[in-house]
């Protein structure tokens, strides 16, 4: 069981850049999916969760407007179209298979990824 | 902008025990489940805790975790030295609609 991240890099502010999550060794279409990450020194923030079908999604209101998760259960990937980007998205971008159950009753995040580093910088 | 507020360190000798508090409202540790996260500086979080009380395999039974009220709380037993990391506790806000973490608690081992 593991995820992937890919995508991250340099960017200017402003500009925009997308990070994909590849998942094997479960079923991706019956796991929600989330992003969660860490600026340099800081803790760990919730970005964003999407349910097994992507029926329904979440985002955080520091990234919402700019921000936008999707999956492709055909080819279990998690993207993150991210534009607007500001310095302060600058971090460590981590996908994880989550656990969303019972209106958030039952929630967590089981398999990390290594996590990709974003840096939005002129 | 983390919602849960969790001591900034703690600290005991090997052996010892050590215990992590994570403080809440209604609208999440109050009204849903906690999980727990370690993190050893430079890799990946890790689930330690999920449910309020519940290990994924792996982690042993010396990390034990409760749930009470709006706060819960994470107690490591017979601390070893690669216990050195950061925790972090987290629950389903339902104001939020969204996921939030707790300020983080770097434990060391003296």
């Known amino acids: 069981v593991q995820v992937l991240e890919s995508g991250g890099g340099l960017v200017q502010p402003g500009g925009s850049m997308r990070l994909s999550c590849a998942a094997s060794g479960f079923i991706f279409s019956s796991s929600a999916m989330s992003w969660v990450r860490q600026a340099p020194g800081k803790g760990l923030e919730w970005v964003s969760t999407i349910t097994g079908s992507g029926g329904n999604s979440y985002l955080a209101d520091s990234v919402k407007g700019r921000f936008a998760i999707s999956r492709d259960n055909s080819k279990d990937t998690l993207n993150l179209q991210m534009s607007s980007l500001r310095p302060e998205d600058t971090a460590v971008y981590y996908c994880?298979?989550?656990?969303?159950?019972?209106?958030?009753?039952?929630?967590?995040?089981?398999?990390w990824g290594s996590g990709i580093t974003v840096t939005v910088s002129s | 902008q983390a919602v849960l507020t969790q001591p900034p360190s703690a600290s005991a000798t090997p052996g010892q025990r050590v215990t992590i508090s994570c403080s809440g409202s209604s609208s999440n540790v109050g009204s849903n489940t906690v999980s727990w996260y370690q993190q050893v500086p430079g890799t990946a979080p890790k689930l330690l805790i999920y449910n309020d009380h519940q290990w994924p395999s792996g982690v042993p039974d010396r990390f034990s975790g409760s749930r009470s009220g709006t706060s819960a709380s994470l107690a490591i037993s017979g601390l070893q030295s690669d216990d050195e990391a950061d925790y972090y506790c987290?629950?389903?806000?339902?104001?939020?609609?969204?996921?939030?973490f707790g300020t983080g608690t770097k434990v060391t081992v003296l």
């Open positions: 987290a629950a389903w806000d339902d104001s939020l609609n969204g996921y939030v």
């Open positions: 994880a298979k989550a656990l969303l159950q019972s209106r958030g009753y039952y929630s967590y995040m089981d398999v």
